[in-house]
């Protein structure tokens, strides 16, 4: 009896091989299937780094961010109509001069949520940041705050001190570094002043790792 278990138990292991082999068993096929992978809609709070995350670019096209394995990041929210953007968008152009030969990315994020700010389309975005003769990465419009904001963002505003910090304003930038990982969140202001010199410190620091 228990050879005959042995052989029946030793044929639906094999025949369920074959069957995953061929692609033709369901639960094979749903192992495989992106149901399984991380989704970021849902799962954006279980990541680790921001590898795992995909975004949209300025024109529509979905980019896994683990095309910048290895550099060192400033993501940022940026506004065309904003008070501050003249000034960040000259530091940002500037560091990314600087430190772009030692794989320094910036990833630009419009938002709109900030008195409609950046109220305009992509074409006119990408218009706009022409003055700017800016080189680095623009993403497509997204919601930094709130139920609707984009699941990256939902994850870096929860990375400090372990609590969920809203984004406040238009520029804030976030240091990711070479592994993906969370290093440092600075407020809008920053082109002058002490945290200015912090985050060009931070940076330097990350470089030479």
């Not at 394995?69 to 000259?90: E, P, R």
């Not at 910036?106 to 949520?113: D, R, V």
Request: hydrophobic share 40%.
């Amino acid at each position: 009896m228990l050879n005959v278990i042995l052989l029946m138990v030793t044929f639906v292991t094999m025949t369920s091989a074959d069957l995953c082999e061929d692609g033709e068993a369901d639960h094979c096929m749903s192992l495989d299937s992106p149901q399984n992978s991380f989704n970021q809609e849902i799962n954006w709070n279980t990541a680790n780094t921001i590898y795992q995350f995909s975004a949209k670019d300025i024109y529509g096209v979905d980019i896994p961010l683990k095309k910048y394995n290895g550099s060192v990041l400033i993501i940022v929210n940026v506004a065309s109509q904003c008070g501050l953007t003249d000034s960040n968008y000259k530091k940002l152009v500037e560091f990314y001069e600087k430190y772009g030969n030692r794989r320094l990315q910036i990833l630009a994020f419009p938002s709109n949520q900030f008195w409609n700010q950046e109220s305009g389309t992509s074409d006119e975005i990408l218009n706009f940041v022409k003055r700017y003769n800016v080189k680095f990465d623009i993403f497509g419009k997204i919601d930094v705050n709130g139920k609707n904001a984009h699941p990256l963002w939902k994850w870096l505003t929860t990375q400090k001190d372990n609590a969920t910090v809203d984004i406040t304003w238009n520029f804030t930038k976030f240091i990711i570094d070479r592994d993906g990982k969370f290093v440092q969140r600075f407020d809008p202001s920053f082109v002058t002043g002490s945290d200015l010199i912090l985050m060009e410190k931070t940076l330097k620091e990350l470089f030479l790792e």
